[in-house]
């Protein structure tokens, strides 16, 4: 799994701007945005003290994989941000299925998989190669 970056702004007065910009070039058009509502705000002189920093993305979004379908109450796929909001959801899952839940973990290989850099990549989590929590 490769490493990846944001890109947000700090500043001590002006705090963070609370985004996750793609790219530094983003992250300064915000700052030039902040500053110009400095400007509105208090007079020609003021500016927004934030500046740009670096980031590691955290890997945290988890997923239920399966090998197959079936026509009964498969188990939810997610994805989750946390494993204990996952395992939540498989509990639930267990509830409703029943006896039911035991047969559909054996023939369908159900594991929760994870953690993956963003939920788009946890819901395409392949079952023979993703990073397994715990098989169910
Ligand atoms: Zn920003």
């Keep these: ?7 947000t702004t700090v500043g001590s007065v002006r705090g963070t701007c609370g985004h996750e910009h793609r790219t530094r070039e983003a992250a300064e058009a915000c700052i030039e945005r902040d500053g110009r509502a400095c400007r509105r705000g208090h007079g020609p002189n003021a500016y927004s003290d934030r500046r740009v920093e670096e980031r590691e993305r955290v890997p945290c979004w ?12 498969m188990p ?23 006896s039911l839940a035991g047969t559909i973990a054996a023939a369908h290989t ?3 998989v994870g953690p993956f850099h963003t939920r788009s990549e946890a ?5 023979s ?3 397994v929590v715990c098989s169910l």
């Design 1 to 7: 799994m490769t490493t990846q970056h944001y890109y």
């Design 62 to 73: 988890y997923a239920v994989a399966t090998f197959g379908s079936g026509p009964y109450a």
């Design 76 to 98: 939810p796929r997610g994805p989750w941000n946390c494993i204990s909001d996952a395992e939540d959801a498989i509990a639930r899952w267990r509830e409703r299925a029943g």
């Design 110 to 112: 159900v594991r929760l």
């Design 123 to 127: 819901l395409d989590a392949d079952i």
């Design 129 to 131: 190669d993703a990073p």
